[in-house]
């Protein structure tokens, strides 16, 4: 069984920072997999905020460019989101996942999500 836990979420100021954390644990080789971070604000669909593979190669969503920094320590088996800048419209439930294929076969996890809310 694997388990995603986020933390780090809270109420901030435009402008102001926070950042999030996604702690791995369970029956998974944290290494192997491809991270991500996304977000689903109330009323809209899920959105993909940032990737990193299993080679520290990175990928963001246009809207966070610039802001964000997505980061992984594979010794703690933790990936983070250091959210700068941060403005209304980033405000959302964050969820943290975990995806692997070998072959065929995907792995994917999901955690429960932490709520970020921006205002004044």
């Known amino acids: 069984q694997v388990q995603l836990v986020e933390s780090g979420g809270g109420l901030v100021q435009p402008g102001g920072s926070l950042r999030l954390s996604c702690a791995a644990s369970?029956?998974?080789?944290?290494?192997?997999?491809?991270m991500g971070w996304y977000r689903q604000a109330p009323g809209k669909q899920r959105e993909l905020v940032a990737t990193?593979?299993?080679?520290?190669?990175?990928n963001y969503a246009d809207s966070v460019k610039g802001r964000f920094t997505i980061s992984r320590d594979n010794a703690k088996n933790t990936v983070y989101l250091q959210m700068n800048s941060l403005k209304p419209e980033d405000t959302a439930v964050y969820s943290c996942?975990?995806?692997?294929?070998?072959?065929?076969?995907?792995?994917?996890?999901w955690g429960q999500g932490t709520q970020v809310t921006v205002s004044s």
């Open positions: 369970g029956s998974m080789v944290f290494s192997f997999y491809a």
């Open positions: 996942n975990a995806k692997r294929t070998v072959l065929s076969t995907t792995s994917d996890y």
């Open positions: 990193i593979t299993r080679t520290d190669s990175t």
